[in-house]
Nanobody, 120 residues
Framework: QVQLVESGGGLVQPGGSLRLSCAGS????????MMWYRQAPGLERELVAG????????NYADSVKGRFTISRDNVKNTLYLQMNSLNAEDTGVYYC?????????????WGQGTQVTVSS
């Protein structure tokens, strides 16, 4: 059974930092491209950052470039998102997402989400 379990969310003041984690199980973690999405109240879910299976390729939304860093540990089967210089616009539920492709087949999975609130 595939599981993605996020942790590390919480309340932080503007300018502060948080590190999110996503523990994966039930699938070949190193074979999956992994992403962080977020959803703010009243808005659509948006891609924040992504990382390839081996970790050699990353991409970021323009709004988080230079502030957020995505990384992964394929031994611990864990995905991370280091978030610095947080502001109110970063508030939302952050979701871990896994995508595996083999030939023409694709499997995708979502975590349950972790709340991040940036407020003074």
């Amino acid at each position: 059974q595939v599981q993605l379990v996020e942790s590390g969310g919480g309340l932080v003041q503007p300018g502060g930092s948080l590190r999110l984690s996503c523990a994966g199980s039930g699938f070949t973690f190193s074979g999956a491209d992994m992403m962080w999405y977020r959803q703010a109240p009243g808005l659509e879910r948006e891609l924040v950052a992504g990382i390839s299976g081996a970790g050699g390729s990353t991409n970021y939304a323009d709004s988080v470039k230079g502030r957020f860093t995505i990384s992964r540990d394929n031994v611990k089967n864990t995905l991370y998102l280091q978030m610095n210089s947080l502001n109110a616009e970063d508030t939302g539920v952050y979701y871990c997402y896994a995508r595996m492709r083999y030939g023409v087949n694709e499997w995708t999975y979502w975590g349950q989400g972790t709340q991040v609130t940036v407020s003074s």
